[in-house]
């Protein structure tokens, strides 16, 4: 009878070290393929102290320039094919159709002449581009 007396207490605990775990891995992953999620051309981006734009929620729409003069742009299931200037206005005018808050952000190589990214902001702006933001590297 006295082994009836001596009863265990329940552990009303959650064991939370597998939580963690997960969490740990997920962590890891999210880390390593954030840097993927924007693919595009590279391209040394000209130096210059501006002001970041806002983020939104939207992913914007890049549009890459090499120092050669090729077009490049991240939409669609091969991003390094170059593109020429005219299917890309058709391109943009497709998407601002279907979603017209999409920032548009042009990436110039800063060995690229002033008149081909000058061009290109023109053939943006004609494909219903509201604004063409340059993007830049912080000295």
Not at 39 to 52: H, S, T
Not at 76 to 85: H, L, N, P, V, Y
Request: charged content about 25%.
């Amino acid at each position: 009878m006295a082994r009836m007396s001596r009863r265990r207490k329940l552990v009303a605990e959650i064991n939370v070290v597998p939580y963690i775990d997960v969490m740990l891995v997920l962590l890891v992953i999210f880390m390593v393929t954030a840097p993927l999620l924007t693919r595009g051309v590279e391209v040394d981006l000209p130096k210059a102290a501006a002001i970041p734009v806002k983020n939104k929620d939207d992913l914007p729409l890049i549009v890459s320039v090499k120092a050669d003069g090729s077009y490049y742009l991240n939409v669609g299931a091969d991003q390094e094919k170059r593109i020429a200037i005219e299917k890309i206005g058709d391109s943009v005018a497709k998407i601002l159709r279907q979603k017209p808050e999409t920032p548009v952000l042009i990436w110039g190589d800063e060995k690229v002449d002033y008149g081909v990214v000058v061009k290109l902001m023109a053939r943006l702006q004609g494909s219903g581009a509201a604004s063409v933001g340059l993007v830049t590297e912080a000295p």
